[in-house]
């Protein structure tokens, strides 16, 4: 590889680098399958003692 394509393929990579740091992704967190399942039974805590003091 000569010495030109060397510069240029470094200082090409640092641009993008650089360029993925500024536009942050707005895909969601992942949340695994156990983390899901236990908000699920949270919420599903949370929901039950208020339904028994509605009745």
Known sequence: MNRKKKVKQ???AKM???????????K???ISKAEREKIAQLAA???????????
């Open 16 to 26: 993008k680098k650089a360029n993925a740091k500024l536009h942050k992704s707005t």
């Open 45 to 55: 805590q949370e929901q039950a003692p208020t339904e028994d003091n509605a009745n």
């Open 10 to 12: 470094t200082l090409k």
């Open 28 to 30: 969601p967190r992942y």
